[in-house]
């Protein structure tokens, strides 16, 4: 069965780094495009960024762009989100999600979730 297990999370001072990782296994990784999801407590989810399925074209929310960076591995069947400048309002859980279809922006056009990852960021 499809599978993606986000790591790469924890707790980090504001103004640091982070880089998340989401693996991916039982599907064609290569042609589904990937994206980020975040959840802070109390909020709905929302969109962070996404690849295309070659990796040609990232999408970014206005509130990470500029410092976060979405890349992909077809190879290891791996997205990546480098996440610099950290604030303390990007704390949230991070969810790496799938997709076939061509709308990057909605998550419930996403066929597949991984469990998250929690990223703290300490002011």
């Known amino acids: 069965q499809v599978q993606l297990v986000e790591s790469g999370g924890g707790l980090v001072q504001a103004g640091g780094s982070l880089r998340l990782s989401c693996a991916a296994s039982?599907?064609?990784?290569?042609?589904?495009?990937m994206g980020w999801f975040r959840q802070a407590p109390g909020k709905e989810r929302e969109f962070v960024a996404a690849?295309?399925?070659?990796?040609?074209?990232?999408y970014y929310a206005d509130s990470v762009k500029g410092r976060f960076t979405i890349s992909r591995d077809n190879a290891k069947n791996t997205v990546y989100l480098q996440m610099n400048s950290l604030k303390h309002e990007d704390t949230a859980a991070y969810y790496c999600?799938?997709?076939?279809?061509?709308?990057?922006?909605?998550?419930?056009?996403?066929?597949?979730w991984g469990p998250g990852t929690e990223v703290i960021v300490s002011s």
């Open positions: 999600a799938a997709l076939k279809g061509q709308d990057v922006w909605r998550s419930d056009e996403y066929d597949y």
């Open positions: 039982g599907l064609f990784f290569s042609k589904y495009a």
């Open positions: 690849i295309t399925w070659s990796g040609g074209m990232t």
